[in-house]
């Protein structure tokens, strides 16, 4: 009986294999046959170059890294101005707006949870125009698959302060409910995927979106932000070998920010950043001054184009320092210097040198950034307050959503809460929530 | 991860089909109109072939289920039907092809995920559990995530502790998940069905040592239209001594000790539980009422098993009360699955263990 196991499953080795060899057999056979030249090629399937007989390992090493693609000088002059891709007033208005209110919404949120308002928030500090440098550049209806820093992609979009402030307070008026943590964002009508806060699980699940919108031929490409750590996990090799072999119109938008969490770059990888990793995958790819928020948006531009008329996934890495602590969590000062940190912030900033260009064109002076400034606190102020005195949502909305229709179990859960808050009313803040049905 | 294709033991799937086969003609009510015969495979392979017909939208990706026909033949003749679109052989890595299974249906196609068995779905629980799962709710309603992970799950013959083992408790503990354990071909096709076409996302555990066997198909079964409810338990088999409750390949077992316990005057009540999660518990709770007498039977392993979850149902139930003795689980082994045969049969429930655990708690020798 065994040997008959043995057999069948030899056989069905054998003939499996014999079946591959065929087809690749078949398909190099001509060239092989006719070919004239003295150094044949190799036949190997999966593989294609020459044969050499000098003895010789690749070292990266030895390679020229891959350059960064930047356009502004840190004055806000074009380097060659062939690359101003020459937006108009209201635009470049629109971008240094959010990038500046992106940055007081977090302040003011950030010192929220400090204050213990909220359990926890992510600030964007320094990565602005990697936001919205890529947003401005997409498509609105383009699918958005973000990692957990990507704010200001979402505002670019037109997602309104109180909508953020009411999903980081959980309320009623939150769109999800009060399901997820903080900064875990997430809108249809915007086209932006719910944040999951497993590291990288977004990265696979973007190119099976982009599979689909290959099938759909519509036109539009998905973006999937990640982080120089995420990049490490599995997922990310999975979701790069996939959108490739599946030739998925796909955007792969590293933000190479120098930390995952306390982890500097050296200590997440040994290459040439997360670039050099495109060509193994058989992908376009490019890298990218973060700070320069024209450089991302020029970037971006043609990489959508690219991945859209050729169906195939880019890679993009913006280089950028995340200037804020990975999260309320964290305390970087344990592992980076002040001064590290001082030198991104205060002379390589995405915003400043931006505000030089708009200054340099006439858009802007310091009277409009004072007014602004005001402005947009007010702005921040007005939506926190709204958040803070909204009430939390209907209890039973626990139950909601575990499927599409609520199954008896649940049902009977959600009987049995009701029935006991019902009875001991007394004992629960019930003034602080929606009424229960 | 990938191993070597493996078949079971030809003598083993025809004993089994002999066994099975006596017992459906014996059991099956509707016997009498059931006009043709289709192996659980073939099934399986109707119900996707149906599916992927009916709605443009579904896909069935997963390793060697497009050009090899799927490592047990379950997609055969799909790729030729439906295309390379529709039929995707992907690179050997669990965790991509569930996240891009995941990822697709988020953005509205229905994808089916073929496990070329449920062990190698370990590689890629992150994505059932995390994502599958969780996103619908997490979203608050917004992003469905119509899914079906499926492929053979339980033990197969000869192919060890790795390749040997029910997730069956594993899944059906996750909220947002349906799960499936189906029996027989008719089940295997009207609720696979029902799974493509759910909105939820499901995981469906087939078992590969049924794939060969051919059992009876009602004319509604052949149906195109044949659609089985997800969360509805089966009675295989009425009487009114004692519920013997199992689901997947331990049904069949079950099957074969109530027939040789009809012989000695013991009518045993067959529950097919069908669906994992969720659990149909009234038809068990009923028959306890009725039988006072209960005995579950899984070839998973005894802790937190199906077998504990449906004895803690019963515990807080009306049943409870109308219990005669306790009742008593036949589970796998608590080890590993060893590889040798005779450890290996040793390590699985048998007829004989179900008639001793009946045999005790009916208190007769």
């Known amino acids: 009986m065994h040997r008959s196991f043995l057999r069948v499953f030899r056989n069905g080795e054998l003939l499996r294999f014999k079946f591959r060899a065929s087809v690749a057999f078949n398909k190099v056979l001509p060239q092989t046959y006719y070919s004239t030249s003295e150094a044949d090629k190799p036949n190997f399937p999966g593989s294609r170059s020459v044969f050499v007989s000098k003895l010789e390992f690749i070292d990266p090493d030895n390679a020229e890294g891959i350059p960064v693609y930047r356009t502004l000088n840190p ?20 971008m240094y707006k959010d990038m500046t209110l992106l940055n007081t919404m977090d302040r003011v949120l950030y010192d929220s949870q400090r204050q213990g308002r909220i359990s926890f928030y992510m600030t964007n500090y320094g990565e602005e125009g990697t936001h919205i440098g890529s947003a401005a550049a997409l498509n609105p209806q383009d699918l958005i698959f973000g990692q957990y820093r990507e704010a200001g992609v979402l505002m670019w979009r037109g997602f309104p302060l109180h909508q953020f402030m009411h999903q980081c307070y959980g309320n009623a008026k939150d769109i999800g409910k009060g399901r997820q ?24 699940q973007a190119s099976g979106s982009a599979y689909a919108f290959k099938r759909k031929q519509n036109g539009l490409c998905v973006v999937c932000y990640f982080g120089e750590g995420a990049a490490s996990e599995g997922d990310a090799h999975a979701a790069f070998n996939f959108a490739a072999v599946l030739s998925c119109p796909i955007i792969f938008f590293c933000r190479n920010n120098g930390y995952a969490i306390s982890t500097p770059t050296k ?54 320092y995340r200037i804020g602590h ?22 390589d900033n995405p915003i400043s040198r931006f505000r030089h260009y708009m200054a340099n064109q006439g ?30 949502g209907r209890p039973e909305s626990l139950f909601e959503d575990v499927y599409d229709e609520m199954p008896d179990n649940i049902k009977r859960q959600m009987t049995e809460m009701k029935n006991h808050v019902k009875l001991y009313k007394e004992h629960y803040p019930l003034e602080h929530y929606q009424p229960l049905s | 991860m990938k191993m070597a294709t493996f078949c079971c033991r030809i003598s083993t799937v025809a004993r089994h089909a002999k066994a099975l086969g006596n017992t459906t003609r014996l059991l099956t009510t509707s016997s009498h109109r059931c006009a043709q ?5 073939d099934a399986l392979n109707a119900a996707l072939d149906e599916e992927l017909t009916r709605d443009e939208t579904v896909l069935l990706m997963g390793e060697e289920v497009a050009q090899y026909d799927g490592a047990y033949k379950v997609s055969k003749g799909l790729l030729a039907k439906h295309g390379e679109k529709r039929i995707i052989d992907t690179p050997i890595t669990e965790m991509g092809f569930a996240g891009i299974a995941v990822g697709a249906a988020m953005a509205g196609l229905r994808p089916i995920c073929e496990f070329m068995t449920f062990n190698f779905s370990m590689q890629a629980i992150d994505q059932v559990i995390n994502s599958a799962a969780k996103t619908f709710y997490m979203s608050a309603g917004r992003v469905p995530v119509p899914i079906v992970f499926r492929g053979p799950n339980g033990a197969a013959a000869g192919v060890g502790a790795q390749h040997s083992q029910c997730f069956g408790s594993w899944y059906s503990q996750v ?18 069905k029902s799974a493509i076409r759910d909105p939820n996302p499901v995981v469906f555990l087939e078992n590969e040592l049924m794939y060969g066997i051919s059992m009876d198909m009602s004319d509604e079964a052949m149906s195109k239209d044949f659609l089985l409810p997800i969360g509805k338990a089966k009675i295989e088999r009425q009487g ?94 608590d080890v590993p699955m060893p590889y040798a045969k005779s450890l290996e049969d040793l390590a699985l429930p048998q007829v004989k263990n179900i008639l001793t655990a009946v045999r005790k708690s009916l208190n007769i020798k």
């Open chain 1, 75 to 94: 004055e806000g002059h074009f380097i060659d101005p062939s690359q101003d891709p020459k937006l108009d007033e209201n635009t470049i208005l629109k």
């Open chain 1, 181 to 204: 943590m903080p900064v875990h964002y997430g809108s249809r009508a915007l086209n932006f995927v719910t944040i999951s806060s497993t590291l990288a699980t977004q990265m696979p």
């Open chain 1, 267 to 320: 200590d997440q990888y040994r290459g040439d950043g997360i670039a050099s990793r495109a060509s193994g995958y058989g992908m376009l790819c490019i890298r990218v001054d973060g700070n320069d928020v024209f450089a991302v948006y020029n970037a971006t531009k043609m990489a959508r184009q690219l991945c859209i008329s050729q169906s195939r996934p880019v890679l993009i890495e913006a280089m950028t």
């Open chain 1, 326 to 347: 990975h999260s309320t969590s964290d305390d970087s000062s344990a592992y980076r210097s002040v001064d590290e940190v001082s030198y991104w912030d205060k002379t």
């Open chain 1, 363 to 392: 858009w802007w002076d310091e009277e409009k950034e004072k007014q602004w400034k005001l402005d947009s606190r007010k702005m921040v102020m007005k939506a926190f307050a709204e958040a803070e005195s909204e009430k939390r």
């Open chain 2, 37 to 41: 015969q289709l192996t659980v495979r």
């Open chain 2, 175 to 192: 909220p947002g998940l349906k799960v499936i354990s189906p029996y027989s071909a008719e089940d295997c096709k009207g609720l696979l």
């Open chain 2, 240 to 333: 009114k001594h004692i519920t013997l409750v199992a689901h997947s390949k331990s049904v069949g077992t079950c099957l074969e000790a109530a027939n040789e316990l009809a012989g000695k005057g013991i009518e045993c009540e067959v529950i097919n539980l069908r669906t994992l999660r969720p659990l149909d518990e009234e038809t068990i709770i009923k028959s306890v009422i009725k039988t006072n007498h209960l005995v579950t039977v899984e070839g998973g392993w005894p802790q937190c098993g199906i077998g504990s979850e449906i004895v803690a149902r019963v515990m807080e139930s009306a049943a409870f009360n109308y219990l005669d003795a306790p009742v008593l689980r036949v589970t796998g082994a």
